[in-house]
């Protein structure tokens, strides 16, 4: 989602006439996509931003802020940068860097009256900024056509916000409630991706299955949406794959996998947050669901489409975990064979209800729980890869390794493939590998 907004950002500032840098010294204009949901990432923006504000003691600089923000954070942010406003107001940005300016001795010339009204003129939007609810005007940022990073992947937002209030997390705070994007405007986008021959193509959201449900009956469903999605693909006769993130396990119905079942295009690669393997844990995260209702999903996964990878998300040393509820975690990845899981080490959000309650988890076995369960998925991952072995993959190639002799990959299923090839013109076009070596996380091969 970070990088969708970001290319959402780029054209509406270089349509003022700003232009791209690779080089942050040279630039006089210097902004951040947060995102509030990891302590670790809200630390890094205080040390760029102080950093740059030192800058502004040699250098006409302007600063912005904007992506997911906690309320706690915004406060503190607006002292720091010049501007700092929700993502859904994108669209006023450019009159808001033009009322705030930049130092030039043509401005230095501006009658005082002039000066003044740039001022209040400023301190209004600042203001409003600063006021506005999350999500007011989202559909003023889907309308903004993105620059995208790749000429073969791209992201399409269809969904923002989210409903579900899970204890740990900061989500309804710093993007709102949710909102799902015109179901049109999702189809001409992605059509227009097919038509441009992309290859990779993934749907966002925060809580992306949930789709539709805002609109009550106004609007297509998910599976819908995605049926809608597999019929372009069939009519186009191309071969790319969709992708989406982030579901929910709550909305995640047999109808979403029979759908992905039924058309090639539909990417046979499923993420799922499970978040933990203890049904009180599950409880106490307000997830709403139990391990059984998590079973039943990853059984009808494997019945109807057995060649489909599974990525998790997992949380050890949530508030009250008991070494017994870890190990009750700790079988569920062995149990379900995860693919891939991408594990937390819990940290307080502000905001979020869980940050109200004592963390109790000391760091030092929050940071045990995490090294046990990741030496758990390393051998479940190598188990899996092991099975790619001898076969033949469709594989995407993404670019090179640092290794200029290797190309990295990736399969239908999101493994990541490494190909002794240094043929640049491969990049961007899936090829058929033939499996020959299997490691913890990645497999190599052989271009057919």
Known sequence: MNMSDSERTRPVIERMGYSWT????????????????????IDKVYSRIHKWNKRKDRQNLLTFLTGCILPADKVKFMKLFDIVFPM???????????????????????????????????????????????????????????????????????????????TFCAVPYTRGREVSRPSKEILDEVQSLIDRDFKSITLLGQNVNSYGLDKNGDEIGFPELLEKIGKLGNKSGKEFWVYFTSPHPRDMTDEVIEVIAQYPNLAKQIHIPVQAGDDKMLIRMNRKYSVDDFRKIIKTIRELIPEATIFTD??????????????????????????????????????????????????????????????DLTRVSHEQNKKMLGKTYRVL???????????????????????????????????DVKINIATEFSVAGEIV
Not at 353 to 374: A, I, Y
Not at 415 to 429: E, F, Q, Y
């Open 22 to 41: 690779d080089n942050e010294e040279e630039a006089d204009l210097l902004g951040v996509l947060a995102c509030s949901v990891r302590q670790k990432a």
């Open 314 to 375: 997992i949380i050890v040393g949530f508030t009250g975990e008991t070494d017994e509820q870890f190990e009750n975690t700790r079988k569920i990845m062995h149990e379900f064979e995860f693919n891939m899981a991408y594990i937390a080490q819990y940290s307080v959000r502000p905001g979020a209800v869980s940050s109200r309650w004592e963390d109790d988890v000391p760091v030092k076995t929050k940071k045990q729980r995490f090294h046990k369960l990741t030496e």
């Open 397 to 431: 190639i993404r670019g090179k390794e640092r290794n200029q002799k290797y190309l990295a990959g990736l399969t239908e299923g999101k493994i990541n493939v490494r190909v002794p090839s240094a043929d640049d013109s491969l990049i961007g076009k899936i090829v």
């Open 88 to 166: 859904s107001e994108l669209q006023q940005l450019p009159e808001m860097i033009s009322q705030y300016g930049i130092v030039t001795p043509v401005s230095l010339q501006q009658s005082q009256e002039n000066i003044d009204y740039r001022n209040d003129r400023l301190k209004d939007l600042k203001q409003k900024a600063g006021s506005l609810k999350l999500n007011e005007h989202i559909f003023d940022f889907w309308h903004v056509d993105p620059e995208y990073t790749s000429h073969f992947e791209a992201f399409v937002p269809i969904q923002n916000g989210c409903d579900k209030f899970c």
